[in-house]
Each structure stands twice: as C-alpha cells, then as structure tokens.
C-alpha cells in the first residue's frame, strides 16, 4: 500500500498571495521591465515553466526576456534566481507542522510514501534542503518529467517509481490543477486535504469534491487503516 502527497498547499503551506506578488514586482524591477507586463507574462508562461519546456529557471528567465523585448547581464538573471529560490525555499525547509511526523507514521506503518508536484525547476534544486526528503526519496516533479497533473502519465510514473498499484494507493491533495479527478481516473484513490487556509487559497475542485476528504494530515493514519 501507498500514499502519494501533493506538495503545495498539502505539505506545506501556499505561498502568501502578497510574497508572491512582492517577489514579482523585485525582479521586474531588476530586469528594468514594466511591472504589470512582467506579471501578466509571468502567469500567462506558469504553463511553460511547469512543464519543463526549459533547462532551468535561469533559461526560463532569460528566454522570457527575449519574449519581452529586453536584454540583461548575466549578474541580473543570476539574482532574479536568487529572489525566485528564496521565495519557495521557506515552504520547503518549514512544511508543517504535522507533515513529517504523518510521513513518519505512515511508513512505521508500512506504507510507501510518493509526491507529484506541479512546480518549475526551483523545487527540485532545493528538494534536498527540506526534510520532506528525507521520507520521500522518489519524488516526481512536473518539469523533470515534461508532464503535469491531472495528466493520467504523471501519476502513472509516480506509481512506477514506487512499485505500487494504483487501486492500492492513495492520492491526498488540497485540489489544485484538478488533481483528485486527475488520480481518480488514473484508478488512485483520491482524498481531498482541506488545510485550515482554505478559503484564502480557492481550488474549485475542492470546492465540489465529493469524495473521501480529511481536515488534518495525520487523520489519514485513520483513513488507511
């Protein structure tokens, strides 16, 4: 048997709409691009970045560039990284507080532990960092495998990296990139985790979720057994 997390919202908190925002406009401002533009093209490539179209967030950026019309040194990108990894590395050194320990107990219980990630190259540059790896040793990240949820292909290679079945596993995430629907067809058994930020972080699947769900990471010690 398995459990395969979500890692956004699930494991760790989402980041504050206003870091976010804040972090964007730092490195528009270090790019000398319009702040608005840099946004409005920043969300409309997420899709890019996610899907591992390019090497890292370093040619990311400097491919963005070029879609804005604008060069700028080496030094530059090199610090918009910088700004970028600083942004998620607190989710990832501080994930919360139940987290760990429900992996702990889930794999004292002897359950296989997986992630699939939407997210671009940021994460797995600092995976080993957090001590989310320390209990997840097979990680699959989004930009790595050039595929996101809720393509079935996705959860298909989080199942194959842990030699699981998927009607044996369970799939727990808070409802983002419609991901429940994603596992269920892809034959896992979903499980909705609505964190107590909820209602600041909207997911319309969450929303109309009417399957198996849990209000706290360690009620799924409950739910497997």
């Given at each position: 048997?398995?459990?395969?997390?979500?890692?956004?919202?699930?494991?760790?908190?989402?980041?504050?709409?206003?870091?976010?925002?804040?972090?964007?406009?730092?490195?528009?401002?270090?790019?000398?691009v319009n702040?608005?533009?840099?946004?409005?093209?920043?969300?409309d490539?997420?899709?890019?970045?996610?899907?591992?179209?390019?090497?890292?967030?370093?040619?990311?950026?400097?491919?963005?560039?070029?879609?804005?019309?604008?060069?700028v040194?080496?030094?530059?990108?090199?610090?918009?990284?910088v700004?970028?990894?600083?942004?998620?590395?607190?989710?990832?050194?501080?994930?919360?507080?139940?987290?760990?320990?429900?992996?702990?107990?889930?794999?004292a219980?002897?359950?296989?532990?997986?992630?699939?990630?939407?997210?671009?190259s940021?994460?797995?540059?600092?995976?080993?960092?957090?001590?989310?790896a320390?209990?997840?040793?097979?990680?699959v990240?989004?930009?790595?495998?050039a595929?996101k949820?809720?393509?079935?292909?996705?959860?298909?290679e989080?199942?194959r990296?842990?030699?699981?079945?998927?009607?044996?596993?369970?799939?727990?995430g808070?409802?983002?990139?419609?991901?429940?629907?994603?596992?269920?067809?892809?034959?896992?058994?979903?499980?909705?985790?609505?964190?107590?930020?909820?209602?600041?972080?909207?997911?319309?699947?969450?929303?109309?979720?009417?399957?198996?769900?849990?209000?706290?990471?360690?009620?799924l010690?409950?739910?497997?057994?």
């Amino acid at each position: 048997r398995s459990v395969i997390f979500d890692l956004y919202g699930t494991l760790t908190p989402t980041i504050p709409k206003a870091s976010y925002d804040a972090t964007l406009e730092a490195v528009a401002d270090r790019l000398d691009v319009n702040r608005g533009r840099f946004r409005n093209e920043w969300h409309d490539t997420g899709e890019i970045r996610v899907a591992g179209d390019h090497a890292d967030l370093h040619d990311y950026i400097v491919w963005l560039c070029n879609r804005l019309g604008t060069q700028v040194g080496q030094g530059a990108i090199d610090h918009c990284v910088v700004l970028m990894n600083d942004l998620v590395r607190p989710l990832l050194l501080h994930p919360r507080g139940e987290a760990v320990p429900t992996l702990k107990k889930l794999k004292a219980a002897g359950l296989t532990i997986g992630l699939i990630s939407d997210c671009s190259s940021e994460i797995p540059a600092i995976w080993r960092e957090s001590p989310l790896a320390k209990e997840i040793l097979n990680p699959v990240f989004s930009c790595e495998v050039a595929c996101k949820k809720p393509a079935i292909e996705i959860y298909q290679e989080g199942l194959r990296r842990l030699g699981s079945a998927p009607e044996e596993t369970m799939f727990v995430g808070d409802g983002g990139s419609n991901e429940l629907c994603g596992a269920l067809q892809a034959g896992l058994i979903p499980v909705l985790y609505r964190p107590p930020e909820m209602e600041e972080a909207y997911r319309p699947e969450a929303q109309e979720w009417n399957g198996r769900r849990v209000d706290s990471l360690l009620s799924l010690l409950t739910l497997v057994n």
